[in-house]
T-cell receptor, first 114, second 115 residues
């Protein structure tokens, strides 16, 4: 069975600083995808970034990058140059080969401070 | 940019009543999903739907739940007889494919409150 672990229930970061949100996963499938979603206080789920298990390079999307360490089964999200609008809940999720569902972690609440 | 839409944004109902939550997936997507998030908890998979039938469902998705694609654009989740513990945010999502590489795009959610 798949499992996603996010050990940081809450994080604080100062505006313009970088922050790393941790995510570890467990699966027996050799092919899987890892996703990060942002959930602002308004409640919607916004897709941020994706990393495939066979991707050789770490994914990047603007200020978001994914620090993928396959041997350690970790897929940490790095947000550079934090902005006040980055304050939100962040969820790591995984989907395995041929799988229909996303399995989510418990989330990390990020607060960006002035 | 195409997006998933959901109606209503908030639904209040009495215990035992039927509710129908509506979703319009992204138009060229073929795979549809419902998830729920009880307040303060993680997002949980309910059901996936492809080619007019359920492809996978979770233990949460019991006989009280059903899904339907009544026409070419809408995708609905029906809860037959709501319970207090059904109070949650319900998210619809859609994707083009069903591989591990394909992104599921979520709607804004419907907050269901059962009194």
């Amino acid at each position: 069975a798949q499992k996603i672990t996010q050990t940081q229930p809450g994080m604080f970061v100062q505006e313009k600083e970088a922050v790393t949100l941790d995510c570890t996963y467990d699966t027996s499938d050799p092919s899987y995808g890892l996703f990060w979603y942002k959930q602002p206080s308004s409640g919607e789920m916004i897709f941020l970034i994706y990393q495939g298990s066979y991707d050789q390079q770490n994914a990047t999307e603007g200020r978001y990058s994914l620090n993928f360490q396959k041997a350690r089964k970790s897929a940490n999200l790095v947000i550079s140059a934090s902005q006040l609008g980055d304050s939100a809940m962040y969820f790591c999720a995984m989907r395995d080969w041929g799988g229909n569902k996303l399995t989510f972690g418990t989330g990390t609440q990020l607060k960006v401070e002035l | 940019e195409p997006e998933v839409t959901q109606t209503p944004s908030h639904q209040v109902t009495q215990m035992g009543q039927e509710v129908i939550l509506r979703c319009v997936p992204i138009s060229n997507h073929l795979y549809f999903y419902w998830y729920r998030q009880i307040l303060g908890q993680k997002v949980e998979f309910l059901v996936s739907f492809y080619n007019n039938e359920i492809s996978e469902k979770s233990e949460i998705f019991d006989d009280q739940f059903s899904v339907e694609r009544p026409d070419g654009s809408n995708f609905t989740l029906k809860i037959r007889s709501t319970k207090l513990e059904d109070s949650a945010m319900y998210f619809c999502a859609s994707s083009e494919e069903v591989t591990s590489t394909d992104t599921q795009y979520f709607g804004p959610g419907t907050r269901l409150t059962v009194l």
